[in-house]
């Protein structure tokens, strides 16, 4: 135990989390010590596993009381290292997931009240058994918590029809450093009552507090949804098509994704049960879904009118629009198993960029240049929420390159895509937050009068620096 730590601190939270709640057994928590991506393996003094708002608070207190620090943690699926504690040994992990418990959807107000450690596969499932949608959608649905994906602000796949995840939430409840319970679970459309405090807490990735409530926007259910997957001659033709695609019927549209067409060959080449849906090879795919609460919405033959237009036009090559639920499913996978796929090809480094839509073939095509001119034969691999100018503009290592010659130009690769980033008036951190990964970008792009207020509104709710210390701003 570190001698900053006093050696009565985790009896008092024995106590006050009772045998289910304290884990020390290093080989219990070795899984959460490490984030997704494997990039750090931290240590912790313990992990608290409280079951409810006061246990998480009595834990805040004990931890305020002696000046320890602390680490939420949701899935651990996210992409900048952020709920991981730190190498020293010294930070108390608090995972928040034994606080799951999905409240009934109200049918009027068409909201729903969870705990923070609700899996976003059991809410939506939640929300479809009473016909309704809860529409935030990503690869890691089947582990990310609320808490977490409230905390990074998350995007996924319905972003450009629904929001992010802040946009879907309208109350939390928090539980500040020392303890202190905000009881801002409130389910109003409406309420300009002071500062939107709630705000804050979304996207401060446990810097600011725990977030231990929330009370979540549910829509219609979908009674129609008509998956298509499209080869393309470019990117601009991507463009093409979602705007043709918004100008027939932009209430229809729930997702507008990008795949290069290396991304696409990886993913057949490295996952069992992945194959090319079409006949064609291309350089560029797009995958699209439309959706509507009603039954006779026509989607099918939107989707082929659109597709017919464009393939005349020479924008589209060759499509196929899903004939079922599972090869709709068939389509998806190969979309958002393009992460896994890219761990299992090596080494290489993400840029979750966002710029604004019209420059993305731009983006892509000096970001390909400058990296290439950085490291010959580095194989990029982008792909990404397109509707929302979110390209994960991924690299990995030249055929045959191990990660001990690759890793020493990492960094280099990340900073040569943002100079085009920044260039096209984009962002270095779209929907992954920044985590510990990201601090010292943070600290470049947003120096001056931005960071300086991130900091004393951080100095205000936490003065001892006990939430998730080195994270967000360092
Ligand atoms: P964790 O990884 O456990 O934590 C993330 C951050 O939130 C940490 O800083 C942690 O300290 C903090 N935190 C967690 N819970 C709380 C809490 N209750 N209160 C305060 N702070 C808390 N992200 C996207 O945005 N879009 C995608 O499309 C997407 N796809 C993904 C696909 C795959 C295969 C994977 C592995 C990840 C993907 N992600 C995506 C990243 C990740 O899933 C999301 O960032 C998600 O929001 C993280 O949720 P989590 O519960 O795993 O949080
Ligand atoms: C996705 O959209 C996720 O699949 C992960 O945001 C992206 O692996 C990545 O870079
Ligand atoms: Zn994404």
Redesign the pocket.
């Known amino acids: 135990m570190p001698d900053t730590v006093p050696p009565d601190l985790l009896a008092r939270l024995g106590e006050a989390l009772g045998p289910a709640g304290l884990v020390t057994d290093p080989a219990l928590m070795a899984a959460a010590l490490t984030d997704?991506r494997g990039l750090y393996h931290g240590r912790a003094l313990a992990l608290a596993r409280p079951a409810d708002t006061d246990e998480l608070s009595a834990v805040a207190r004990a931890c305020h009381a002696a000046r320890v620090k602390m680490?939420?943690?949701?899935?651990?699926?996210?992409?900048s290292g952020?709920?991981v504690p730190r190498e020293a040994g010294d930070e108390l992990l608090v995972s928040?997931s034994r606080m799951r418990a999905i409240g009934a959807i109200d049918p009027d107000g068409m909201t729903v009240t969870v705990g923070?450690g609700a899996v976003l596969a059991e809410l939506q499932q939640a929300a479809a058994d009473a016909g309704f949608l809860f529409p935030l959608s990503?690869?890691?649905q089947g582990?990310?918590?609320i808490?977490?994906?409230l905390?990074?602000n998350?995007?996924?796949?319905h972003t450009l029809r629904y929001g992010n995840a802040r946009d879907l939430c309208l109350g939390i409840e928090v539980v500040l450093a020392d303890g202190t319970v905000l009881p801002m679970l409130r389910a109003l459309r409406k309420d300009n009552t002071g500062y939107a405090l709630r705000q804050i807490f979304i996207g401060a990735?446990?810097t600011l507090g725990?977030?231990s409530r929330a009370t979540l926007r549910v829509f219609p259910g979908l009674s129609s949804r008509t998956v298509l997957f499209a080869a393309l001659p470019s990117v601009e033709a991507a463009l093409a098509l979602l705007r043709r695609f918004r100008a027939e019927d932009e209430a229809a549209l729930q997702a507008f994704e990008y795949l290069a067409g290396s991304a696409v060959e990886m993913a057949c080449a490295l996952l069992d049960g992945v194959s090319l849906p079409l006949g064609t090879r291309a350089p560029h795919y797009c995958l699209v879904e439309l959706g509507s609460p009603r039954r006779d919405a026509g989607l099918v033959e939107l989707a082929e009118s659109v597709l017919a237009a464009a393939l005349e036009e020479g924008t589209v090559l060759d499509a196929t629009i899903a004939a079922s639920g599972s090869q709709a499913a068939q389509l998806w996978r190969l979309r958002e198993e393009i992460?896994?796929a890219q761990r299992r090809a090596g080494p290489g480094v993400k840029n979750d960029v966002a710029v604004p839509i019209p420059r993305i073939p731009a983006l892509l095509a000096r970001g390909i240049a400058a990296c290439q001119a950085l490291m010959p034969g580095v194989r990029a691999i982008p792909f990404g929420h397109l509707g929302d100018g979110n390209i994960h503009f991924n690299f990995v290592a030249p055929e045959g390159m191990d990660a001990a010659l690759f890793e020493p130009h990492a960094e280099a690769l990340m900073h040569a895509v943002n100079d085009v980033v920044r260039e096209l008036g984009g962002s270095f951190s779209a929907?992954?937050?920044i985590?510990r990964l990201k601090t010292a970008m943070l600290a470049e792009w947003r120096a001056g009068p931005e960071l300086d207020t991130m900091r004393r509104i951080k100095a205000a709710l936490d003065p001892h620096g006990l939430m998730?210390p080195g994270?967000v701003l360092g």
Request: without cysteine.
């Open positions: 997704w680490v939420p943690q949701g899935g651990n699926t996210g992409m952020g709920g928040l923070a990503l690869g890691s582990s990310a918590q808490g977490g994906l905390s990074t998350a995007g996924g796949n990735e446990g725990f977030i992460p896994e929907e992954h937050g985590g998730n994270k």
